[in-house]
């Protein structure tokens, strides 16, 4: 059983910081992909950013320049610092995880429960 915790949400005032954690618990072979999604109210969620396990980023391009995405491979964690927060940064942020099993499986993805973040202008 594989377990995502995403912990560091909060309320925040615009050109404010926060800096959330995910955390990976559980059995598993290999960590290959993290990343960050977000969903705000009555909107579809939406890609933030990725980090693989080498440590390459991509991050969606209302975020490029503000947030940075990042990776601690022994405590199978990932982060995410937000700085200059806007209030449309607002919504329930969600890290997933690709997990692979087993010596011989393919990589399956998991998501944690999410964190809310509100921006307030």
């Known amino acids: 059983q594989v377990h995502l915790v995403e912990s560091g949400g909060g309320l925040v005032q615009t050109g404010g910081s926060l800096r959330l954690s995910c955390a990976a618990s559980g059995s598993f072979f290999r960590l290959n992909n993290m990343g960050w999604y977000r969903q705000a109210p009555g909107k579809q969620r939406e890609f933030v950013a990725q980090i693989t396990s080498a440590g390459s980023t991509n991050y969606a391009d209302s975020v490029k320049g503000r947030f940075t995405i990042s990776r601690d491979n022994a405590k199978n964690t990932v982060y995410l610092q937000m700085n200059s927060l806007k209030p449309e940064d607002t919504g329930v942020y969600s890290c997933?995880?690709?997990?692979?099993?087993?010596?011989?499986?393919?990589?399956?993805?998991?998501w944690g429960q999410g964190t809310q973040v509100t921006v307030s202008s």
């Open positions: 997933n995880g690709d997990f692979v099993l087993g010596w011989n499986t393919n990589a399956a993805k998991y």
